[in-house]
């Protein structure tokens, strides 16, 4: 067992990392979170990073460390991908996914499992609309906002809110339009503001930072000047926010970077063990540092790992600007 660190580092230290899933050909699209005292982990299987097999592996453990499959979400002949959680005010445990089906042109559809204990999940509900990915969402205020891409042209991102984390309704249809957006972390400050970091893939490819305050439909946006993929974002309990992201400049990799949202900057702080055919992390700040689900080929196929991460104190000493 890895002890809690007693002081905080100079800079940010990986600390722990541990192999947690690799049972099947291709294990990736992560994420991570606590729930009832113990800890869930999702993400996707399959026979490679596209196929049409995909399924949704659950793991759950107690302390971080050891590791039992608690459920498998499967559709017949359909590629269920991206799994993310989200964790309800109702004491319920939200799972977010896309379900593929079809040869080209493939369709996509959102759809939402809901359990009580993280090991038993009902039926899928399909959310959203047909073609509009809502890849990830959080609650606050007492709704659901979450952030979906069109996966046909136009390509644009729009933003939902519901009530009741199922029936979602647009609060902003086109919140980014440009450079293909689609990938993105949301959260939300104590004073209501909302942050959320995009991904984009066409011309320059450099990731947006956005910034609104409620009712959320006028957003100021940053070109961070980076390029990312699978972005997590997480608001730590001083304030401060990290993400998650893939890097590809200098080698591909998974990266733990600080998020400035005024000037808007994104700051290494550390790299993960990874490469190649990696990222996609869920973020969770527990026992004072920060843990990191994240899946990597860099040991010959794609698996999934679990990192430990400790962070320094502000200000942050030691890192390299990338922004």
């Not at 959680?85 to 593929?100: E, H, I, N, S, Y």
């Not at 952030?147 to 919140?175: C, K, M, N």
């Not at 947006?208 to 980076?226: I, K, N, S």
Request: overall charge neutral.
């Amino acid at each position: 067992m890895t002890p809690a660190p007693t002081s905080r580092p100079a800079a940010a230290e990986v600390t722990a990392v541990r192999r947690i899933g690799d049972s099947a050909p291709h294990s990736a699209f992560t994420d991570l979170v606590r729930h009832r005292d113990g800890w869930f982990c999702a993400f996707r299987e399959g026979a490679s990073h596209v196929s049409g097999d995909g399924v949704i592996r659950l793991l759950s453990s107690a302390d971080g460390r050891s590791w039992t499959s608690a459920a498998v979400l499967a559709r017949p002949a359909t590629d269920l991908r991206d799994p993310r959680f989200v964790a309800r005010p109702d004491g319920r445990l939200q799972l977010l996914a896309a379900a593929v089906t079809g040869a080209a042109p493939k369709e996509f559809r959102t759809v939402t499992w809901l359990s009580d204990d993280g090991h038993r999940w009902g039926e899928p509900t399909p959310v959203g609309e047909p073609g509009i990915w809502v890849w990830q969402a959080t609650w606050h205020a007492g709704a659901m906002y979450g952030v979906g891409y069109a996966t046909r042209e136009p390509r644009f991102v729009r933003l939902y809110r519901s009530a009741d984390g199922v029936d979602l309704h647009p609060v902003v249809e086109t919140l980014f339009l440009g450079g293909y957006p689609n990938e993105s972390g949301l959260v939300f400050d104590p004073d209501g503001t909302a942050t959320c970091l995009l991904r984009r893939d066409r011309d320059a490819a450099t990731a947006q930072l956005g910034r609104a305050r409620p009712p959320y439909r006028e957003w100021r946006w940053t070109d961070l000047g980076v390029r990312v993929g699978g972005p997590a974002l997480l608001r730590l309990p001083d304030g401060r926010l990290v993400a998650g992201v893939r890097r590809h400049d200098g080698g591909v990799r998974t990266a733990v970077c600080a998020v400035d949202p005024e000037p808007g900057r994104l700051t290494e702080l550390v790299a993960l063990p990874s490469g190649g055919d990696c990222s996609y992390p869920g973020l969770v700040w527990h026992d004072e540092r920060l843990w990191v689900s994240y899946y990597s080929s860099h040991e010959g196929r794609t698996c999934v790992y679990l990192a430990e991460v400790a962070l320094p104190e502000q200000p942050l000493a030691g890192v390299r600007g990338v922004g």
